[in-house]
């Protein structure tokens, strides 16, 4: 890796963070290494471990490669590199939450989170509470004793609404509990979590980092207090990544600058174009001033990335289905950061406190590099066919 002096663009650190290409002959990228066994040059340095590299699922250059790259991204002390995005929130839970601990899971979250909180978590005597996303330094009211971990998500999935993080963080810290953070929406480019007080940073890598819509992959980023005891889990849950995986992410993460602020400039004029049209009733978008939640998110992030809801003026399922039938380059799909656009219908059904009411029905959208003209025409299709139904 070229020495970082501290100033570098984040494309210059995006395309030189990780390996460095001197220590593999030269070669730009690092090996794929496909590893099991590892060998020792002796028993006494078998016995002692005593090498930088013991065991498959302990890391090889690949992982190394990718976890030192994120670890600039998110300023953190170390990171996992996991099979998924939802490995990336269950395995810091798992090495977090013990039976009897009170943990704090924000009502707007990742519905697979709330899933494995509302499952395994409670299954194994973990006491779950879901909080209102708007809560703020209010979330103080709902602490106990026993209160270990907040679990945040900001922007909310599929509403959006926007967190104060660093006045949560200061209130959780006050009690000794772990913040951890789902950042997926933003990546480390436009919010790093660590530095508004998160104790440990979540992605679903899948979306921006892979960026293809051909590979799963989760990244966990702890800050020095936090490190030891992510670690400690990950290795006792074996759930190390692919090799060819951790090797495609960071390939992406090569062009995750250009290709994020794409999806953006995209996303954003395209979300404005939206509110001035018939048949929508709200958009749902941070970045934008209508939306409840802009101030505190032009205080914490940079950029906004190229996901979004919109609200259909009245209707239901009949007119959601109609706009979404009429698309046809935004494909009918769920995991979103590809260079593809997407639309999907929005589930609120599971939520017990951030659930509307919404004026219609929501659909999400993820707006993919294509030609912007040619998504509004496509949306306008959809929203057309939504008036006639
Ligand atoms: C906010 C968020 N977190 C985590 C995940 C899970 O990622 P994966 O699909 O890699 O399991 C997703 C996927 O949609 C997501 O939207």
Known sequence: MAKNNGNWGINTRLAHSGNDPRDFFGFVNPPVVHASTVLYPDAATMNS?????????????TSDALAAAID????????????????????????????GDHVL???SIYRPTRH?????????????????PRIGAGIKALFRPNTKI????????????VQDIP?????????????????????????????????????????????????????????????????AGFDALGCCAGPNDVYQVLRGLRTMGVRLEHHGKNALEIARWLETQAG???????????????????????????????VLAGGGQKQAHAFLDALKIFGLGYSWGGYESLAVPVFLGDRTIAKGPYEGPLIRLQIGLEDIEDL??????????ALEA
């Not at 939802?86 to 039976?99: D, G, R, S, Y």
């Not at 907040?150 to 609404?161: I, L």
């Open 376 to 385: 509004k025409a496509d949306l306008m299709a959809g929203l057309t066919a």
């Open 150 to 161: 907040v679990f945040t998500e900001s922007p909310a999935s599929n509403t959006y609404e």
């Open 105 to 107: 899971v924000v009502d």
């Open 49 to 61: 471990r005593g090498q930088k590299y013991t065991y498959g699922t302990h890391g090889t250059p």
């Open 72 to 99: 600039e991204l998110e300023g953190s002390a170390g990171t996992i590199i996991v099979p998924s995005g939802l490995a990336a929130v269950t395995v810091p839970l798992l090495a977090f939450a013990a039976a």
């Open 167 to 231: 006045a949560i963080s200061k209130e959780a810290h006050a009690i000794g509990a772990v913040v951890m953070m789902d950042n997926t929406w933003a990546t480390p480019l436009y919010l790093r979590p660590l530095d508004h007080g998160v104790d440990i940073s979540i992605h679903a890598a899948t979306k921006y980092p892979g960026g293809h819509s051909d590979v799963l992959l989760g990244t966990v980023s702890a800050n020095e207090a936090c490190w030891p005891q992510l670690l």
């Open 280 to 310: 929508i009733a709200r958009v749902l978008h941070p970045a934008l001033p209508s939306h409840p939640d802009h101030t505190l998110w032009k205080r914490d992030f940079s950029g906004a990335s190229g996901v979004f809801s919109i």
């Open 116 to 132: 494995f909180c509302d499952t395994m978590l409670k299954r194994m005597g973990v006491d779950i509470e879901y909080y209102e």
